[in-house]
T-cell receptor
């Protein structure tokens, strides 16, 4: 089945710096890669996603890049702000019977942005 | 607000008991996914329903069961509860069978005493 590794587990940056979180996956058939932000005690929120037919996607200060050959994708946050502090999860799907896809999540990265 | 409603928000019960968690998906979404999140295990997929039918199972214990009703709401039943079942239980919904993307509810925090 799909194996997703996420690094680093903790990332501490100064406000205004950039942050990069990387995930690697094992199933070459995976074709959809979402990123979720989860604040303490709250639900995971989808912040950006990318499909395998593109290499990069941007949304304001957030971008995701995908390297299908190397089987890794990364989340880039520029000009970080204290409110970016949260746990970030990546996910990659694996196919299941009957056309269903099951997301496998990375273990999460705790991002701390110091004012 | 994701549009996915989970009840109750908190549940405190004792070992050996049985509880039912409820999820109402976003309007128009046919897929419901259940996840368990504990401190040391991250987000673990439990089970997926699409339009009333079970479509995929993950690491769901035999003590746990779920169903999706004709109105598309879903229930997760947890029985013979153990201390290790204490966790946040999330449901997520999606319009498609592929579940891309998924929108999460606020979760039910289950505490076993």
């Amino acid at each position: 089945g799909e194996n997703v590794e996420q690094h680093p587990s903790t990332l501490s940056v100064q406000e205004g710096d950039s942050a990069v979180i990387k995930c690697t996956y094992s199933d070459s058939a995976s074709n959809y890669f979402p990123w979720y932000k989860q604040e303490l005690g709250k639900r995971p929120q989808l912040i950006i996603d990318i499909r395998s037919n593109v290499g990069e996607k941007k949304d304001q200060r957030i971008a995701v890049t995908l390297n299908k050959t190397a089987k890794h994708f990364s989340l880039h946050i520029t000009e970080t702000q204290p409110e970016d502090s949260a746990v970030y999860f990546c996910a990659a799907p694996r196919g299941a019977s009957g056309g269903s896809y099951i997301p496998t999540f990375g273990r999460g990265t705790s991002l701390i942005v110091h004012p | 607000d994701s549009g996915v409603t989970q009840t109750p928000k908190h549940l405190i019960t004792a070992t050996g008991q049985r509880v039912t968690l409820r999820c109402s998906p976003r309007s128009g979404d046919l897929s419901v996914y259940w996840y368990q999140q504990s401190l040391d295990q991250g987000l673990q997929f439990l089970i997926h329903y699409y339009n009333g039918e079970e479509r995929a199972k993950g690491n769901i214990l035999e003590r746990f069961s779920a169903q999706q009703f004709p109105d598309l709401h879903s229930e997760l039943n947890l029985s013979s509860l153990e201390l290790g079942d204490s966790a946040l239980y999330f449901c997520a919904s999606s319009v498609s069978l592929k579940g891309q993307p998924q929108h999460f509810g606020d979760g039910t925090r289950l505490s076993i005493l």
